[in-house]
């Protein structure tokens, strides 16, 4: 322990009325100019200042100061968000002080999306902390990229392991073979916030009981202009939406949101740490797709397939939703969704214009190139709607409605400032 840390306590106790406590420390200036010192472990009574600094000092007392030091001098109160976020990833508010300082030489870890982020005891009870994708675990962080704060994570977070841009930040396609292996507490939040924005301040909002959530009504009614119409869309095809977008396969936030306020929707939420707290810009745009297609009335048709081929299209259609077709291996042909067994399909089942079976789309087809895509051309404006950092917001200034789970909403510290 430095002296300045113990000074820096006797200051904040001589410069104020009240005690100065904190995780198990009570310091106070006594009437009659003498300090009293107090721990789990013991009261130390009538200290003169010298003796209450030596007190500060010794073994079993100096772990609560250099504690008070780094949660009142390094992080401060100011971004209360933040505050909440380091406490957490160190169980602060549960175990005494002694048992985590344990704790953190081995390192304390926290999963946050697919993120994890390791807590460990620097000098003088300063923390560090390492962040890398949970698929890295274990990995000697010598073996992977290393890197420095914030600014690097837009860059790590922008493109899938295929190169392929992530219209969603929180979608579980974040890549690996990355490591942050020195940050402080204020660039470790930063840093997450930017792989996962607003995660941590909407965290904290519903951990205080103050998340304010948008339900889908009055999302959709609030759009305009083109999006104007996912008002139209029934309640059933909004439980359709919600378990084709808002489950842990897809996005790693805990859907909040539900049909309104006094109906929920039985499509799964979710189980990630932290809350979606309104239908995102990315589902408003689906939506909009789904609202057209569920415009269509159904039709019978009649197609000749074996059982074997019935399966193996209800099998494709489970691969592809489940993002499962790299997974299927080119010699697999026992897999429905093989490359070559759909092939082999389409080769038998499929005429010269694509039809299934020969059988048309419009009875009146005859080889016509037909098209259902609405006026506004739907091909191409969904996609690319990224939520996260409000670059395709269908707000109402804008479009109408849309995510609001942006640093412009809620700022990592919740101080009103962006420290970007």
Known sequence: MRDEQAE??????????????????????????????ETPDGSHEALSASAAHETLRRDEVAPYVTNWYYWTEDVGRAGRHRRAFLRRAEAADTHPVPERYDALRNGLK????EAVVTATLGADGHRRYEIRHADDRGVDAAELDAYDGPVDARELSTYDDRGR??????APSLVSGWVFPDLDGH????????????SIANWNLEREGELDVTHWRETAERQTGIYGVVDELAPDAVEWVAEACCVDSQC???????YDEDHELDADGGSGAFPCREPCSLVVAAARRWTKLEEEETRTYEFELTPSEKEQVEAVVDAVADDRTDEIREADVYEGANRYRTRFLRAKRFDEEGNLSGVPTEPDEHGDDHHHDDEEGEHGDDHDHD??????????DEHGGGDHDEDDDHDTDGDGDHDH
Request: aromatic fraction near 8%.
């Open 165 to 170: 841009y992530r219209p969603l930040r929180t």
């Open 252 to 258: 790693l936030k805990r859907r909040e949101w539900e």
């Open 387 to 396: 939520d996260e950092d409000g670059e395709h917001d269908h707000d109402t």
């Open 8 to 37: 820096a306590l006797l200051d904040a106790v001589d410069g104020g009325d009240d005690a100065v406590t904190l995780d198990g420390l009570r310091a106070v200036r006594n009437g009659d100019d003498t300090y009293t010192v």
């Open 187 to 198: 660039d470790a939040v930063e840093t997450l916030d930017t792989l996962y924005p607003a």
């Open 110 to 113: 926290t999963e946050w999306g």
